[in-house]
């Protein structure tokens, strides 16, 4: 196996060695590295071996004295230095299946790659790892790693996953267990399928595996307009969000009696649907599962609160706008008036977009497609500039989901776009900086 180096960071080993972006890594220590894990892992030496093959065909043998945990400084073509895995599973649940057709391509991705849970964060089902990947997973001490659990009855996994071999992953849980990883969990809950007893008995069962399982986060399933053919989920009610709360609630405060921590945590988006207040900030377990939507509203409250408390005010005058999803427009109008008693001439109006794209059901501000940004705006006085968060735009890029780029709304509304960052603090510099 080989690896194409992309890279050479200036002044770094590799460079002093003579190696150059275009070459090829064939070996450490007599070793191909399979991944990126393999190659870090080998590089934990003093002393190593690397065979290079350069771009006319030679083969160099170095010979590189370093300090212990010392790179070369090389990137590779592929950052991960193997093929990406994708999901063999077809879940009842998949946000992927319900994407209209003509999307640009890598969204149509399904992941399920354990290398891709340590580096990324992203959620794994295990159907589609090996013992062998299993034993990777110890011996390197990837920690954390991450997994949808959906439901602790095997029949019902394997319904749900349409995957045969869904329920036999527990083994492999309990073997990363007992080897010491830590892990988080997430149950995506489908309405009549996996909720009520079937949930109760998974928090129940998923308990086994603490204190390696720090949290479990339980969110509802998002469902689009493009379903046709898909199996049959519905909407969650407000009486069924009060009822999995409920469960939840019940559940932190055993565990936290005996545990010291709350473990089970609700999406924020159970609190707005049941319509109840978010819970206080310690209820959280510092955030496990913030990127999974638990906690996001609380953290933006303390964040905003904090950031305002070191502020004085004045009288500057300043008129923008916020569009956001239907879920966040009520907590951010909220945030915004915080901010005017301090600035009282910052006038700033929150535009809740529907998410016409997708269909009415999906709320949440990191699916808004630049068509409707567009549409729901075309000719609304926005004052000097619209503030649009960053996830509602493809990862280092200024793209939206539908390949609408950010110019492009710019130009259509004739207006500055600023993109806001996540934090309190970036939200209150938004509202009344240049």
């Known amino acids: ?133 299993i034993d990777r997973i110890i011996q390197y001490k990837l920690s954390p790693i991450n997994i949808s659990f959906q439901t602790m009855n095997p029949e019902l996994r394997c319904k749900m996953l349409h995957n045969r071999f869904a329920g036999e992953i527990f083994d492999k849980v309990k073997r990363l267990k007992d080897a010491g990883i830590i892990m988080n969990g997430q149950i995506v809950l489908c309405r009549g399928v996996n909720d009520g ?71 924020d988006e159970w609190y707005i649907l049941a319509e109840r207040p978010i819970p206080e900030e310690k209820t959280y377990d510092g955030y496990l599962q913030l990127e999974n939507g638990v906690g996001m509203v609380r953290l933006l409250d303390e964040e905003v609160a904090q950031t305002l408390a070191g502020m004085t005010g004045d009288d500057r005058k300043i008129h923008r706008t916020i569009a956001t999803g239907e879920l966040a427009a009520p907590f951010l109008r909220k945030h915004v008036e915080s901010v005017r008693k301090k600035y009282p001439n910052v006038d700033i109006q929150v535009f809740a977009i529907k998410n016409e794209f997708f269909g009415g059901k999906i709320t949440v501000a990191g699916l808004i497609t630049g068509t409707d940004l567009i549409s729901q705006l075309k000719g609304k006085d926005l004052g000097d500039r619209l503030l649009l968060t960053n996830h509602m735009l493809k990862s280092g890029e200024p793209v939206f989901l539908d390949d609408v780029t950010v110019d492009d709304v710019q130009n259509a509304l004739q207006i500055k776009v600023s993109i806001v960052e996540s934090s309190g603090a970036d939200f209150v510099s938004s509202l009344i900086e240049d």
């Open 1 to 133: 196996m080989e690896h194409i180096i992309s890279s050479v960071a200036p002044g770094s080993i590799a460079q002093e060695m003579g190696i150059e972006p275009g070459d090829r890594l064939l070996e450490v220590n007599g070793k191909s590295p399979e991944d990126v894990f393999d190659y870090r892992y080998l590089m934990n030496e003093e002393e190593i071996l690397v065979l290079i093959r350069k771009a006319n065909g030679e083969e160099w043998e170095l010979e590189i004295e370093k300090e212990y945990e010392d790179d070369l400084g090389i990137e590779f073509e592929n950052g991960l230095m193997d093929d990406y895995r994708s999901c063999r599973n077809k879940c009842i649940f998949c946000f992927i299946d319900q994407l209209p057709k003509g999307m640009r391509s890598t969204l149509y991705f399904k992941d399920d790659d354990s290398r891709l849970s340590f580096l990324q964060g992203n959620y794994l089902t295990l159907t589609n790892m090996s013992e062998h990947d």
């Open 197 to 267: 007893a079937e949930l109760e008995r998974s928090i129940r069962e998923l308990t086994a595996y603490m204190p390696q399982l720090e949290s479990v986060s339980v969110v509802p399933v998002g469902l689009t307009r493009y379903r046709d053919g898909l199996y049959p989920l519905e909407p969650f009610t407000k009486e069924d969000a009060c009822e999995v709360l409920d469960l939840i609630h019940g559940w932190q405060e055993k565990l936290y009696k005996e545990w010291g921590n709350h473990f089970i945590h609700a999406g």
